[in-house]
């Protein structure tokens, strides 16, 4: 009984996510779900990707989070548009509630889109909303066993980013177990080592993100 319930929570979400997919599309939206643990540094990202590539792209951003709209005020500072959603009990975001939110937005007026998770390294790795693109930031002082321990996050991932290295003096955090770890999991994965606090591999995530985009372009 457990397991047609969950079955049917997860079709629904899927048949939602190929509506939003759809709709993305159709607009010239190239999307990314931005997956962490709280505080790894998924508003710093979009923040330095923004001020990268706000000249080259239209950028629009949703923010998941159980409450507050710290987040969105933060980002909102760059002049980008953008959406909060606060999801309250629930541990990710979904295909419905990311639906209602692009129905929000002036969609036309976006070339990238990004979807920031609520901070769980569970949860939104089950959910698909529509997105392009899956990407996870782990961030150094989380601990080099995170691949090992969620797996099912780092397997879905088109893209791994390993943030706050300007701290690895300061710990044991084994890059390369890491990285074989992750690849390990998912073969095909990108992974970049970057910094929000000084930049260092920003400019490398964003031409890759302009080249996926790129590549489903119409
Ligand atoms: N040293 C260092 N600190 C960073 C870096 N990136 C982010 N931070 C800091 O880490 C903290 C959390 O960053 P956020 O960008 O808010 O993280 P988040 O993943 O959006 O957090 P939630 O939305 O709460 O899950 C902030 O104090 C940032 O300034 C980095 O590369 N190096
Ligand atoms: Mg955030």
């Known amino acids: 009984m457990k ?6 929570v997860m079709g629904a979400n ?3 996510a190929a509506r939003n997919r759809e709709l993305l599309d159709r607009s010239g939206v190239f999307a990314i779900d931005l997956m962490s643990s709280p505080g790894a540094g998924k508003t710093s ?4 990707t923004v001020r990268v590539l706000k000249s080259k792209l239209r950028i629009g951003v949703i923010e998941g989070d159980i409450a507050s709209t710290i987040d969105s005020d933060r980002v909102r500072k760059e002049g980008v548009k953008v959406l909060q959603i606060n999801v309250g009990a629930e541990c990710s975001l ?3 509630m990311v639906g209602q939110g692009l129905a929000k937005l002036p969609l036309k007026d976006f070339d990238l889109l990004f979807i920031e998770n609520v901070g769980n390294l569970i ?44 701290l690895a003096p300061h710990l044991e955090f084994n890059t390369a177990k890491v990285k074989t770890a992750i690849r390990g999991l998912n073969p095909g994965v990108k992974i ?21 985009r790129q590549g489903i372009a119409r």
């Not at 990202?45 to 330095?48: A, N, R, T, V, Y």
């Not at 970057?194 to 996926?212: A, F, M, N, Q, Y």
């Open 3 to 8: 397991v047609s319930v969950l079955k049917n």
């Open 14 to 16: 899927e048949a939602l």
């Open 45 to 48: 990202l979009i923040i330095e």
């Open 94 to 96: 979904d295909a419905n």
């Open 123 to 166: 949860c939104p790795a089950e959910f698909t909303l529509g997105e392009h693109r899956r990407v996870v930031v782990l961030s150094l002082p989380e601990g080099d066993d995170k691949p090992v321990k969620y797996p099912l996050m780092f397997t879905k991932s088109d893209c791994v980013l390993l943030n706050k290295i300007d």
């Open 192 to 212: 970049f080592e970057i910094s929000c606090k000084t930049g260092r591999g920003v400019r490398g995530w964003c031409d890759w993100l302009v080249k996926e």
